[in-house]
């Protein structure tokens, strides 16, 4: 018979491991509607709203709502998407111009080019973030105004964490 497991470390203490029941590792998850008439469904089966894979002793206000990490996604991915197939772009062009004998652009300037959109790109990799409303409303087309709001949430955190963190000066 083979010794117990112990639980590994990188798993939440009240999670199943692998292989105990309740555990789906390495097994598909039950369909929606293949349930056993009388078995009682999950939570998130019965149509709540928490994600799979999301802890349960996590807070409400801790967990990004889903409308919010769709108007994320969509703004990153062309916040970012855009300077970054610009960045390519402009290596295309500048091999295509100097190829070609139209144009005599020197390989530091192609580099400036190209790198200044991967920056930008990067920069908007915040932006995306940043610029996303946490309201039902989904906000103004760019979102500039959201910037505000979302900084001073942040700042508002983090000086929480500050304080509540144990062996700090002020607590």
Not at 102 to 123: K, N, Q, W
Not at 158 to 164: K, S, T, V
Request: aromatic share 4%.
């Amino acid at each position: 018979m083979a010794p117990p497991r112990e639980r590994r470390p990188f798993v939440p203490k009240g999670s199943p491991q692998r292989g105990e029941p309740g555990s789906t590792s390495g097994r598909a998850a039950p369909k929606p509607g293949s349930a056993k008439p009388g078995a009682t469904q999950p939570a998130a089966a019965k149509g709540g709203n928490k994600a799979p894979g999301r802890s349960k002793g996590r807070a409400a206000n801790q967990v990004i709502p889903d409308a919010v990490a769709s108007r994320m996604a969509r703004r990153i991915a062309l916040a970012t998407g855009l300077p970054t197939l610009m960045g390519m772009g402009v290596f295309i062009a500048s091999y295509l111009l100097v190829s070609r004998h139209i144009l005599d652009i020197p390989p530091s300037l192609t580099l400036l080019a190209s790198g200044g959109c991967f920056l930008l790109g990067l920069v908007g990799l915040s932006y995306g973030v940043l610029s996303a409303s946490w309201e039902a409303e989904p906000g103004s087309l760019f979102g500039t105004e959201q910037i505000g709001v979302n900084l001073s949430r942040i700042r508002g955190s983090i000086q929480a964490m500050r304080q509540d963190t144990p062996g700090s000066p002020e607590g």
